[in-house]
Nanobody, 124 residues
Framework: QVQLVESGGGLVQAGASLRLSCVVS????????MGWFRQAPGKEREFVAT????????NYADSVKGRFTISRDNAKNMVYLQMKSLKPEDTAVYYC?????????????????WGQGTQVTVSS
């Protein structure tokens, strides 16, 4: 059974930084692309960032480009999302997701495994 568990969310002020972590169990992610998505209250879940299996290729939503950085540590079976210069509009539940193929992707339907999410709240 594959499980993804996110952590690192919280309540911060605008301009602050947070680092989200996602640990995967039940499956080695060495050959899997991974991603982060988020869902704000009253909105659909949206793509945030994705990273290829080896970490050499990444892609970001325009809304977070230059502020967020996705990374991974395959030895620890973990994925991270470093978030800087947070804005109130970044408030959402953040989800870690895993593919079963090496190439990154930006669409929910391309991901096979999902975590339960971690809440990020940014106050103004």
């Amino acid at each position: 059974q594959v499980q993804l568990v996110e952590s690192g969310g919280g309540l911060v002020q605008a301009g602050a930084s947070l680092r989200l972590s996602c640990v995967v169990s039940g499956r080695t992610i060495n050959d899997d692309a991974m991603g982060w998505f988020r869902q704000a209250p009253g909105k659909e879940r949206e793509f945030v960032a994705t990273i290829s299996y080896g970490g050499g290729n990444t892609n970001y939503a325009d809304s977070v480009k230059g502020r967020f950085t996705i990374s991974r540590d395959n030895a620890k079976n973990m994925v991270y999302l470093q978030m800087k210069s947070l804005k109130p509009e970044d408030t959402a539940v953040y989800y870690c997701a895993g593919r079963t193929t090496p190439g990154y992707a930006s669409f929910e339907e391309d991901y096979a495994f999902w975590g339960q999410g971690t809440q990020v709240t940014v106050s103004s």
